[in-house]
């Protein structure tokens, strides 16, 4: 990865997460996870069309990886006495409403950048949350969100190469998902105590992935100076040229709108029906036998 583990985190200090006190918390954090990690059904999408055959692979592998992650966060979420419940619209924004339109922007916005920030949030509850068997789950899955995201900035980093209008059109983009992440922190930050001994840190801590973003986004090459130097108009611009490619896609959406919400034409995908799948309702914890038997090879 172009961002090591210590310029990731966040320094929480002792400040610790208590399941009990935190419960309430703790249930809307890891279904905000859980939602993420059954986005993982587009991994599908992209190995149609990965552009070689190691490219392929490796998002064979990561689709297991993510359905894996989803059976961790219920097994994580039963134990905490925690519900499965719908994710924020801002989140479901960011992992679905953002889905790249190609291959250049799958990689850099949601592998990259958006995986790069669901690492930098699982990192913080590993250094944050007094619960073992949580963190112990939550160690594995990092190694191999870690892999995620370098996979994303190698990938972007190849993309970009020679393509001034693509790196534009790239930043543009990561532009309106950090404008995202300001709108989860603001959301948070009201209704949220601040006088909690972790919450407390939240604004600054989102502050701390967006620099983290930006810095990644500096690293892999797309952006060429640091993000302050862009300013306001610049941004403005930036933002203006990424949307004005997607203006005939989104005028042939709106025309179709009205169609595609009638119950019978929208497709439901696992991303609409997850908290009604019977593998969600009828979740219970594994045995040992049963973890023996389905245990993979972690690196
Ligand atoms: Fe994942
Ligand atoms: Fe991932």
Redesign the pocket.
Known sequence: MLLTREEMTFPFGDAKLDPNRDRELLEWMFNQFLYGEVT?IQVGHWLYHAPDLEAAKFLAR?SL??MQ?VDNFLRIMTMLGCQPKPAHPAVRFLATGMMGGSWAEHVALE?AQG?GF?LQAFYAVIDTLDHKPTIDILRRAVK??ER?VEFGEQQTAKAIEGRAWLRRRLLGLSLVSMWGVRRIANYMKKRLPADHVVLKHLPAFLEHANQCAALRLRRIGVLDRPLEEVGGGKRALLVAEAYGGKLLGGLVALITLPFRLLPWWKKKRVTDTYLRDPHITGYQLPTPEMDRATAQPQE
């Open positions: 993982g990561q990886e993510e992650h592998m995986e669901v191999q969100e995620h």
